[in-house]
């Protein structure tokens, strides 16, 4: 006879632990074990959370190279049928060797499961018919486990669930996260100290009044916010390193339906616009995807939502300052351009409007499009093609954890018939389908890689972006390690173009994703290793860095109501000098529109106990020692970038944290 030891981890989270018997079967590439019920000292104790517990199983000759395991679990007598959330299995031969098995995942259930040995596999690696045809049988399952699902036409298609409970429980959120969330949700109201204001239909009668309903709950950038709203030069920085960084680009010829002349713009310097727009120093903000939108009905009024074109001019001291707003994209003689020499109110509300498309913009296509709706996308595809195995998977799944949950709520609580964007945002209902449709049909894979993306919107040599900075870096940090990881399992084009499963995932991922629209320029397979690692690159950065940039800033942006509506409820002025503060306070959106959208900001900028960062493996997907190294490597790395940034925000009037890789969540889960 000969022993095998076998070490058995249950995960430490919440409920992870069963009573229930656990038994295992060995199978090796010379024979396998006997269904073996694991038992010791410890009894029923051996399967708590955080705990490894050993085993010895014994067989008379040696199984030979270790392929799989087979687990199951049965209930006892007198014990309960409980989930058991298994973080992984070691097993040590007769001959020394270490093998491990990776689980994470809950086992529910009395079915046989069937786990492959960890070492990273690609499908042409994959020899052992025992291993093929546990890839194949795993395969099938996910397939019914994640179906594509058209939520609407014209958008990304998402996973198929009636409710949070129909996803599988390896996506589902933790206990902690589950309780958390709903608390925070259900009480974001009182928690802000808002509930009184919930109900009320009526408009703000002075700003003393927002202000008080504002200081129950504030970030130190919120009150810097308040305090600076009104300004020029905090209205232009938003859009460097506000929550919506993607819109603004260098103009170099002015946009036909935007008829500035030298002579309406002077600029600070002397400089005539067409000597700065020369210099490079003149930016364009164009929200044409809002034109012609039909805007909602809030508390029974019409609300208006602009699509603007605003000029900016970096001038001489490296402020970036708004110059001209025209508020509608067609020119009229009822469509005035707005400048800053204009009446202190005419002025300030063009930009209201400005920053009330700006919110809009942001949360359908920048947040909601460009990080929730494609992580999803690359998460089901990963879910339905590539197996635990696969060496992109490993790389991968860490950046998919509760995306599908989070996706799922956003469009039961959010965007759904009676969501609270669908409420109370000005793009709510029909526009809002018509913006994200929009946005669609106009995204670029371009857009979506950061160093494409700033070389093509002239951005490279913007004084004081620090998205920009600390993004790029950030972006080939993650290059290096995808590169070194994929490069490790992927040593020439022919062995990208020969991996069936990942050429499925981006055949999956451009027809669910972008709808099979080759004008988006994503790739429908990768011919190249270049090419595999570039797009790897982009998805971990769009569901970690990019996202957070887009997300973590809201309620410090947003908290304080003027400097974003998430609505208004007057038209704009169609002639100058007929505007007022009390002109503003009705445009503003009413009491419980905006403590709805504050209360909702709050929700989604919280971080929450189980937050997992950037570079953080609490699953162990990778056996081998060369990703190992190269991991450590990458969080050194994220560690110094981290260090950078933290010590340059000493010294910044507005410090800029939400790249900071500290900050910075592995995935999509808020």
């Known amino acids: 006879m000969v022993k095998y030891k076998v070490y058995v981890t249950t995960a430490n989270c919440a409920q992870a632990t069963t009573t229930n018997g656990i038994f295992i079967k060995l ?152 309780t958390e969330f709903l608390f925070t949700a259900s009480t974001g109201l009182a928690e802000l100290q808002l509930k009184g204001y919930s109900c009320s239909k009526n408009n703000w009668t002075d700003i003393e009044a927002i202000h008080k309903v504002f200081c129950n709950k504030r970030t130190d950038i919120s009150d810097y916010v308040e305090q600076h709203w009104k300004d020029n030069a905090f209205f232009g920085y938003q859009y460097l390193n506000g929550v919506n960084p993607i819109l603004i680009q260098r103009c170099t010829v002015l946009p036909e339906n935007l008829p500035v002349t030298d002579a309406m713009v002077p600029l600070r310097g002397g400089a005539s616009l067409s000597e700065e727009m020369q210099k490079g120093n003149i930016f364009l903000c164009d929200y044409k995807r809002l034109d012609g939108v039909k805007p909602n009905v809030i508390n029974g009024k019409k609300q208006y939502l602009m699509a603007p074109l605003v000029l900016l001019h970096k001038t001489p001291d490296d402020q970036l300052m708004p110059v001209a707003i025209q508020l509608k994209q067609t020119p009229a003689d009822d469509n005035p351009i707005f400048f800053p020499i204009d009446s202190e109110y005419d002025w300030l509300m063009a930009k209201i409007f400005v920053r009330s498309a700006d919110f809009n913009e942001h949360q359908l296509n920048a947040h909601l499009l460009r990080t929730h709706l494609l992580a999803e996308v690359f998460a089901v595809s990963l879910l339905r093609n590539v197996p635990m195995v696969h060496p992109l998977y490993k790389l991968l799944i860490p950046h998919t954890r509760y995306t599908l949950q989070i996706n799922h709520l956003a469009r039961l609580l959010l965007i759904a018939e009676k969501g609270v964007f669908t409420e109370f945002a000005a793009s709510g209902g029909e526009g809002m389908m018509a913006i994200l449709k929009r946005s669609l049909s106009s995204m670029t894979y371009s857009s979506l890689c950061m160093p494409d993306d700033i070389a093509e919107r002239g951005l490279e040599d913007v004084p004081n972006f620090y998205y920009r900075d600390d993004g790029l870096r950030l972006w080939d940090i993650i290059n290096r390690l995808v590169n070194g990881v994929l490069g490790h399992y992927y040593k020439n084009d022919d062995e990208v173009c020969q991996d069936s499963e990942l050429q499925k995932w981006i055949q999956d991922i451009f027809e669910h994703g972008f709808l099979s629209q080759e004008c988006t320029g994503i790739p429908q397979e990768f011919r190249t290793v270049a090419e595999m690692v570039k797009f790897v690159t982009m998805v971990i950065f769009t569901c970690s860095g990019q996202h957070s940039a887009v997300n973590t800033g809201q309620y410090d942006y947003g908290g304080w109501m003027p400097n974003t509506p998430i609505s208004l409820q007057r038209p704009p002025p169609t002639t100058k000098g007929t505007t007022s503060e009390a002109t503003m306070l009705q445009t503003f959106p009413d009491i419980n529109t905006t403590v709805q959208g504050m209360s909702t900001m709050w ?62 969540e592995n995935s999509v889960a808020i």
Request: glycine share 6%.
């Open 603 to 664: 929700l989604l900028s919280k971080q929450s106990s189980d937050f997992v960062g950037l570079g953080q493996y609490p699953e162990d997907h990778f056996c081998e020692e060369v990703p190992h190294k190269l991991i450590k490597v990458y969080q050194g790395e994220l560690e110094v970038l981290s260090t950078m940034i933290r010590t340059r925000n000493k010294s910044l009037e507005i410090p800029y944290t939400y790249m900071d890789p500290a900050l910075v």
């Open 27 to 178: 199978v090796g590439e010379d024979g396998e074990s006997s269904r073996t019920w694991l038992t010791n000292f410890k009894g029923a104790a051996a399967f708590y959370r955080g705990v490894e517990s050993k085993f010895s199983l014994y067989c008379p000759t040696s199984l030979g190279k270790l392929v799989l395991i087979e687990v199951d679990k049965q209930r006892l007598p007198l014990f309960p049928d409980d989930a058991w959330f298994a973080s992984k299995v070691k097993v040590k031969s007769p001959e020394g060797d270490i093998y491990t098995f990776p689980i994470y995942r809950w086992i529910s259930g009395s079915d046989v499961q069937l786990f492959r040995e960890g070492t990273a596999l690609r499908i042409t690696d994959d020899s052992h018919h025992l291993g093929k045809y546990s890839r194949e049988k795993e395969m099938k399952l996910r397939e019914q486990l994640y179906s594509w699902h058209v939520y609407k036409e014209g958008l990304p298609h998402c996973m198929k669930a009636d409710n949070p409970l129909d996803l599988p429980c390896e996506v589902r959120f933790s206990f902690t996260k589950t």
